[in-house]
């Protein structure tokens, strides 16, 4: 079993960065594929990022890419969402999410532990 918990939301203005934090407990990271979700209010949960658990391979969604970051310490037990240009379509509550596994998932249905969620409101 996985715990994850996520830190580093808050309220931000359109422009600016966030980092969020994903800490685990209960095991290690290791073996495990790390990604970020995010829900906005009335829709979705929806696919961010996620990368894989030798921090050596990484994808985006298509809205996030070229502005959002992610990376991993292993060591640390903490994965990181890098947000830059943040604009007011990210807000949303962010979740952090592990696979057990060294494949790429996209799908919600993929990951086995989720955290709680952070939020993140970016104002205009």
């Known amino acids: 079993q996985v715990q994850l918990v996520e830190s580093g939301g808050g309220l931000v203005q359109a422009g600016g960065s966030l980092r969020l934090s994903c800490a685990a407990s209960?095991?290690?990271?290791?073996?495990?594929?790390i990604g970020w979700f995010r829900q906005a209010p009335g829709k979705e949960r929806e696919f961010v990022s996620t990368?894989?658990?030798?921090?050596?391979?990484?994808i985006y969604a298509e809205s996030v890419k070229g502005r959002f970051t992610i990376s991993r310490h292993n060591a640390r037990n903490t994965v990181y969402l890098q947000m830059n240009s943040l604009k007011p379509e990210d807000t949303a509550v962010y979740y952090c999410?592990?696979?057990?596994?060294?494949?790429?998932?996209?799908?919600?249905?993929?990951?086995?532990?989720w955290g709680q969620g952070t939020q993140v409101t970016v104002s205009s």
């Open positions: 999410t592990a696979r057990r596994g060294t494949t790429i998932e996209t799908t919600r249905a993929a990951y086995d532990f």
């Open positions: 209960g095991r290690t990271f290791s073996g495990h594929t």
């Open positions: 990368i894989t658990w030798s921090g050596s391979f990484a």
